[in-house]
């Protein structure tokens, strides 16, 4: 039992500034790709009513 608590003591101090450090760069990345993401939906939105305008109006245009 007396033997058994200092391993215990030592063992967490190692993980959890690794994982602490792991955590903080796998946020960072999420971030970054949810506001990419963000801004190709953005892009994707203002897109897709500019090229319905322009197959509407040249594309009768350029049947006739």
Known sequence: MVVHVPHSHSLP???SGG???KCSLVEYVVKK???LLAL???VNLL???VA???GY???P???L
């Open 13 to 15: 101090h190692h993980p």
């Open 19 to 21: 994982a602490g450090e």
């Open 33 to 35: 790709y949810y506001l």
């Open 40 to 42: 190709v939906v953005i």
């Open 47 to 49: 897109a897709i009513p």
């Open 52 to 54: 319905f305008f322009i």
């Open 57 to 59: 109006s040249y594309g």
């Open 61 to 63: 245009n350029t049947l």
